[in-house]
């Protein structure tokens, strides 16, 4: 073949980059002449399909100058003897060491054959080629050049293979961290204009499924960046490219990537939430290789776009109600910490559905259902567009926003018509606890915690059905919260004491029992008392009823018995209980063994329990009290006459012992309150109770009890409650009195 053969053969040949690119060759030499013979040797020379674009500079100097700038340069023809001997060897040092050019292919010439480098340094610099100038014909100069672009492409390919991959791995775990559809499109975004060096303006992330509002099937655009960043969030239909719409809709439509000459999709395949990437490549065009990585990261992507949306669903379940749609009470608080919380203006309110139990159980659980539902609709309908909503509780609603929406006649208004649930149409009722937003930043889970410390008050309140927040409500709740804390410890030290009152049987004056009463000693006040409306209470509340009501019992049925060793036996034992106690499962056994532990016989312990507890829950209640009763244990009802309950009622319950309250006691004085004491002692004796009057101050109030024919009395007239050391002492000096 001769060299025109060769050359014409070179400059034909076809390649796979585009038309428009150069094959940028450095021309290192400190001779003018090399220079401009260079220049008219490759004068419209293409190698490849592309012209050559030639630098020059005329010393090593220059050229690192030159280098300091990021070039992408194919090929360096550099001479070796230049400002010193290892000119030209030093600058291959600085080319591959320091500027990490290391697919550019470099030619050493020469004129000086003896300063020909030696084998070692070839290898060690990867030097494409060696020549000496005199040798360098046009032939052979473009022989040479032929070879070095061909092993400059051929290297620079793989290394974009490998640099792609690279890529690909490295971008799977950053894709996978983001929480949100948006942060991962805009992981997509960058990762792709890394992978194909383009710009990520002209870069597109589409799913099909609103990103906003459940049951929106349509495709909406999640991730754009620069000019096209606008359409993030808009539905496909809404857009005004129609090339870009179009190819989105294609891929869609195949289920399958997309590559044309200006844009290319990758098909993201995740069953029913799948997405698209449109890639603009009309700047760039892509070759096979591109092709090729494009699907590899599109493959690689499918998988962590499937993670996310599934992490999506695990995030809307955790965070939403799945009966109403809106927030639960955990992604209540979560929108009110990320939304601004420094503004005074936003009001936080509870509304809590009043005898929804009662509903729930008269109409049904389905029913229930459908009344929760029609307020959560009612509350979108009116509040939805300017108010933060959800569903705090099972009955109870949050609702956050501007005090123009958030104020007790707009909340209350979402009631004023009935409810639509199925075949009735529901009216419904709603107790409200609102407080306002303070100043400072201010936590969702401090405002959620205020509106219900107000929505309790307001459920419990006697003046309305709602209430603001104040700062003392919340000062009285750490209190209780405090005491309650108090209250635990000293029970499971001991520190509760058992005090015992007399009660004395009016026709003979003889002590015929004892009633246990609980004490608490306060820490806060030297020899003070906590008194038991407080701590009772406090303890049923906070489920330490059971361990104070057993505490009690142990220590009243040992007090029985240290009063039965010291010679004061046969004594009555009477003990209150809770409601609480009753629906303990091994209330009753517990009850026996401590009997049986001390000792006792049955007969000798009376269980007290409130008229209002006897209604509470009548079949449980009943259910214990025979059990008790069926040990030998007397039942009394305590407080008599100040609750609410029917004689049919106290008919069907297993009661022994009727005590009067002592608000009719304090009332004997006048006809009428008399009256009233004298009813219920005759009807307790017709149902052959034993009446016990409490609160008994006066010789007067015993002698009108004694009149009215009430069997027993105790009281301040009598004795006072007592520690058991004071009341053996009390027994004894009434003994030596008697004697």
């Keep these: 073949m001769s060299s025109d053969d060769l050359l014409q053969l070179l400059e034909d040949e076809a390649s796979p980059g585009g038309a428009n690119e150069h094959w940028h060759v450095l021309v290192v030499d400190d001779d003018p002449e090399v220079h401009e013979a260079t220049r008219f040797a490759l004068q419209g020379t293409r190698l490849q399909g592309r012209p050559l674009a030639l630098w020059h500079v005329h010393s090593a100097q220059q050229a690192r100058a030159f280098l300091a700038d990021p070039h992408e340069l194919a090929v360096i023809l550099l001479d070796v003897v230049m400002e010193t001997d290892q000119a030209g060897l030093d600058l291959v040092d600085y080319i591959r060491s320091d500027c990490g050019l290391l697919q550019t292919r470099i030619i050493l010439r020469t004129g000086q054959p003896g300063y020909a480098p030696e084998l070692g340094i070839v290898d060690r610099y990867d030097i494409n080629d060696y020549r000496t100038k005199s040798e360098l014909t046009r032939t052979r100069l473009l022989t040479a050049l032929s070879a070095a672009i061909r092993s400059f492409e051929q290297i620079r390919t793989i290394a974009e293979n490998r640099r792609g991959l690279e890529l690909i791995v490295r971008a799977a775990p950053g894709l996978l961290r983001p929480q949100a559809l948006g942060a991962f499109a805009e992981g997509v975004l960058v990762q792709l204009a890394a992978l194909l060096k383009v710009r990520i303006e002209g870069i597109v992330c589409a799913q099909r499924g609103s990103p906003f509002e459940r049951g929106d099937e349509r495709t909406y655009v999640i991730g754009a960046a620069g000019s096209l960043s606008s359409l993030v969030g808009l539905p496909l239909d809404a857009l005004t490219q129609p090339e870009l719409a179009a190819a989105l809709r294609q891929a869609f439509s195949a289920r399958a990537h997309v590559f044309s000459s200006h844009a290319s999709v990758l098909y993201l395949d995740c069953g029913s939430h799948d997405a698209a990437v449109y890639v603009a490549t009309s700047e760039r065009p892509l070759e096979l290789v591109d092709r090729q990585l494009l699907e590899v990261?599109?493959?690689?992507?499918?998988?962590?776009?499937?993670?996310?949306?599934?992490?999506?669903?695990?995030?809307?379940?955790?965070?939403?109600?799945?009966?109403?749609?809106?927030?639960?009470?955990?992604?209540?608080?979560?929108?009110?910490?990320?939304?601004?919380?420094?503004?005074?203006?936003?009001?936080?309110?509870?509304?809590?559905?009043?005898?929804?139990?009662?509903?729930?159980?008269?109409?049904?659980?389905?029913?229930?259902?459908?009344?929760?539902?029609?307020?959560?609709?009612?509350?979108?309908?009116?509040?939805?567009?300017?108010?933060?909503?959800?569903?705090?509780?099972?009955?109870v609603f949050?609702?956050?926003?501007?005090?123009?929406?958030?104020?007790?006649?707009?909340?209350?208004?979402?009631?004023s018509e009935p409810f639509p649930c199925g075949d009735h149409r529901l009216p419904a009722q709603a107790a409200i606890g609102l407080v306002q937003c303070a100043g400072e930043t201010t936590a969702g889970l401090v405002s959620l915690r205020r509106a219900s410390i107000a929505l309790n008050r307001a459920k419990h309140s006697s003046h309305g059905r709602h209430m603001f927040f104040r700062p003392e409500m919340e000062e009285r709740v750490r209190d209780r919260l405090a005491l309650a804390h108090r209250l635990r410890e000293d029970l499971e030290r001991g520190a509760l004491q058992v005090w015992l009152q007399p009660q004395i049987e009016l026709g003979s004056?003889?002590?015929?029992?004892?009633?246990?009463?609980?004490?608490?000693?306060?820490?806060?006040?030297?020899?003070?008392?906590?008194?038991?409306?407080?701590?009772?209470?406090?303890?049923?509340?906070?489920?330490?009823?059971?361990?104070?009501?057993e505490q009690v019992l142990d220590r009243a049925c040992a007090a029985l018995c240290e009063l039965d060793s010291a010679g004061f036996s046969g004594l009555q034992l009477a003990v209150n209980v809770a409601m609480p106690q009753l629906r303990q499962a091994r209330f009753v056994g517990r009850v026996r063994s401590l009997l049986q532990r001390h000792g006792l016989q049955p007969q000798r312990l009376e269980i007290e329990i409130t008229e209002s507890v006897a209604l509470e829950d009548p079949r449980v209640v009943r259910a214990s009290l025979e059990s008790l009763r069926a040990l030998g244990i007397?039942?009394?009802?305590?407080?008599?006459?100040?609750?609410?309950?029917?004689?049919?009622?106290?008919?069907?319950?297993?009661?022994?012992?009727?005590?009067?309250?002592?608000?009719?006691?304090?009332?004997?004085?006048?006809?009428?309150?008399?009256?009233?004491?004298?009813?219920?002692?005759?009807?307790?004796?017709?149902?052959?109770?034993?009446?016990?009057?409490?609160?008994?101050?006066?010789?007067?109030?015993?002698?009108?009890?004694?009149?009215?024919?009430?069997?027993?009395?105790?009281?301040?007239?009598?004795?006072?409650?007592?520690?058991?050391?004071?009341?053996?002492?009390?027994?004894?000096?009434?003994?030596?009195?008697?004697?």
């Excluded at 029913?367 to 959800?390: D, F, P, S, Y």
């Excluded at 949050?398 to 009631?415: C, E, H, M, S």
């Excluded at 608490?520 to 489920?543: H, I, K």
């Design 297 to 395: 990261f599109g493959a690689n992507i499918t998988g962590c776009y499937s993670n996310l949306r599934r992490f999506e669903e695990i995030t809307y379940i955790a965070f939403h109600d799945s009966l109403t749609g809106l927030l639960n009470r955990s992604g209540f608080v979560r929108a009110l910490d990320e939304s601004p919380s420094s503004d005074a203006q936003r009001w936080v309110a509870l509304v809590d559905l009043q005898q929804f139990a009662d509903l729930n159980d008269g109409l049904g659980q389905e029913v229930g259902n459908q009344l929760i539902v029609a307020v959560a609709e009612r509350l979108r309908q009116q509040l939805g567009e300017h108010c933060l909503l959800a569903r705090a509780g099972g009955d």
């Design 398 to 415: 949050g609702v956050a926003g501007p005090r123009r929406w958030v104020n007790v006649d707009t909340l209350q208004a979402v009631f």
């Design 634 to 739: 007397k039942i009394a009802i305590d407080d008599f006459g100040t609750g609410y309950s029917s004689l049919a009622q106290l008919r069907d319950m297993p009661i022994d012992v009727l005590k009067l309250d002592r608000s009719f006691v304090l009332a004997l004085d006048n006809p009428q309150g008399a009256a009233f004491a004298e009813t219920i002692i005759r009807m307790a004796q017709r149902l052959g109770l034993v009446t016990v009057a409490e609160g008994v101050e006066t010789t007067e109030q015993a002698a009108c009890l004694h009149a009215l024919y009430c069997d027993i009395a105790q009281g301040y007239l009598f004795a006072r409650p007592m520690p058991l050391a004071q009341l053996r002492e009390w027994l004894t000096q009434r003994a030596a009195t008697a004697g």
């Design 509 to 549: 004056g003889r002590l015929v029992g004892v009633e246990a009463l609980a004490r608490w000693p306060d820490r806060d006040s030297e020899g003070g008392w906590c008194p038991p409306a407080v701590f009772v209470p406090l303890a049923e509340y906070t489920g330490l009823i059971g361990q104070l009501g």
